[in-house]
């Protein structure tokens, strides 16, 4: 009996420790004891390359203490080491009871050690923090992992913003994908085109939040995402989705008239491809997008342009004719090329929505990436599409990376438009194509605005199931689901405790 009781204590000593990280790690060995660290005690010696991330530990569990870094590692607490056979972005980490010791090849590497570290913590009253015993080798399954949030339809707040940039690198994804411009709102300062936000940034007449980014403002947003190794990816959306900025630049319209808003969706109001100063201010607008956002990566839209107004326009029927593009849709490819092969001169890849090569026509360059949405209309007929023409492809599609789409009806969303954690996690169509096509670079998940998703709505939209897609996009496998159930419940504390919350 003695025994048995001793066993159970033993156990659940084990359980009550046994902390989750998601997404889960490729390689995980708990042990027995416990890393004791106290305030004022961060000794830590670490070479250059993982200074910021040694920064983060210090100011995400030990409320901003400094860390004292130290040449001499027999006195460490903390070592943070370069091992440079590791794949970039992986990570291992080795904890005892003297010391925490983290290798890695690459900054982000250095960065989700750190935020394995946190979810492993366990924070004491008296500031102190635990971490168990452990060892840990983990590395991505996928080099794309993207979150893309719909600031142009709602303005978020810059808190806001930096909250799920957080979020994106405490689950390991490396791409904030931030759709900036929408029919109803212009978020993003151009100093050569001030209208663009000061007029453009406040057309929307219901309970939508108004507002724009400064170009200061998305400095600051920029840094803040490099420290914790994401990306932001910024989407200029052309030809349609453009009302908001057509409102401020009616000239950049086919017949430059006053321009309605959408309260929903989109309208047949675009902008013309058939005026050169339209492609001036394209370009323009990427300069100065360019020089704000160094992602090797610019997002150009392309989505739901329908091409009513193009076919009617004498500038656009004179464009197609001169260079014998045959018709609008193929117009839409030339711009398209047009804009890409510009960021091509500049270093950048361009990336589309899947709307640009509905139909085959004039040559995409070659730093193109396709993002494959639409499967609700179109099932994979992108993804072939993509590989018949080798685009690099992001598997974002609209069953079930469509985090907007709530888990039971609302507004706009009937029946059919929800869908749960446990068909996102059996039944992703993104999670599958990427198993199997190597021209898959990763998965994308977006949550758009539509129906007045306000700010404050946005967590209970996320969670849980922005833990399933982590898992798709990094995992090396996926555990059963009722594992991972668990492993959601214990996160979602995690999250709490970090100040998200769920319905
Ligand atoms: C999209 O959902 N319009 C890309
Ligand atoms: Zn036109």
């Not at 010696?45 to 200074?51: F, G, K, N, P, T």
């Amino acid at each position: 009996m003695r025994n048995i009781l001793f066993l159970s204590a033993l156990l659940l000593s084990i359980l009550l420790r046994a902390q989750i990280i998601v997404p889960t790690p490729a390689k995980l060995d708990l042990k027995n004891g416990d890393c004791l660290l106290r305030r004022n005690e961060l000794v830590v010696s670490a070479d250059s390359v993982a200074l910021g991330a040694c920064s983060l530990f210090a100011e995400t569990l030990f409320e901003g203490d400094e860390c004292n870094f130290t040449t001499d590692s027999l006195s460490a607490r903390l070592l943070f080491r370069v091992d440079t056979f590791l794949p970039s972005e992986g990570y291992r980490l080795l904890v005892d009871e003297q010391c925490v010791r983290v290798y890695a090849s690459d900054y982000p590497g250095f960065v989700y050690a750190v935020q394995s570290l946190r979810q492993l913590a366990q924070m004491r009253g008296d500031g102190s923090v635990t971490f168990p015993c452990v060892e840990v080798c983990d590395s991505p399954r996928l080099v794309w992992r993207s979150f893309m949030l719909d600031s142009g339809r709602q303005y978020q707040s810059v808190a806001t913003i930096k909250k799920y940039i957080d979020m994106l690198s405490m689950l390991k994804m490396n791409y904030f994908h931030w759709h900036l411009t929408e029919g109803l709102g212009w978020r993003l300062q151009i100093k050569s085109y001030s209208m663009l936000t000061e007029k453009g940034a406040f057309v929307a007449s219901g309970d939508e939040q108004q507002g724009f980014y400064t170009q200061e403002e998305v400095r600051d947003i920029v840094n803040y995402a490099r420290r914790r190794a994401v990306t932001i990816v910024p989407e200029i959306d052309f030809p349609g989705h453009a009302e908001a900025a057509l409102t401020a630049y009616p000239q950049f319209s086919c017949f430059g008239e006053p321009i309605g808003i959408p309260r929903e969706g989109f309208t047949k109001n675009i902008f013309c491809a058939g005026k050169d100063s339209v492609l001036i201010f394209l370009r323009d607008v990427l300069d100065e997008v360019c020089q704000l956002f160094p992602s090797q990566y610019i997002h150009l839209g392309g989505d739901e342009a329908p091409k009513d107004n193009w076919d009617a326009c004498p500038d656009c029927r004179r464009r197609v004719a001169s260079l014998g593009l045959g018709d609008s849709h193929n117009l839409q490819r030339w711009l398209s090329a047009q804009m890409a092969s510009y960021l091509a001169s500049k270093g950048r890849k361009a990336i589309f929505w899947e709307d640009v090569i509905v139909h085959d026509g004039y040559p995409l360059p070659s730093n193109v990436i396709i993002q494959w949405w639409n499967y609700r209309t179109r099932g994979d007929a992108a993804l072939k599409d993509a590989r018949r023409n080798n685009y690099p492809v992001i598997a974002n599609t609209n069953y079930y990376t469509y985090l907007n789409f709530p888990t039971s009806p609302w507004r706009g969303y009937t029946k059919e438009r929800t869908f749960d954690v446990e068909t996102l996690y059996n039944e992703n169509p993104s999670y599958k194509a990427s198993l199997h096509y190597n021209n898959i670079i990763g998965i994308g998940c977006s949550l758009w605005c539509d129906y007045g998703l306000t700010e404050n709505m946005l967590d209970e939209r996320l969670f849980p199931r922005i833990f399933v897609l982590a898992q798709q996009m990094w995992g090396s496998s996926l555990p059963s689901f009722p594992e991972f159930g668990e492993n959601i419940k214990s996160i979602m504390n995690f999250f709490s405790v970090a100040g998200y919350s769920k319905k």
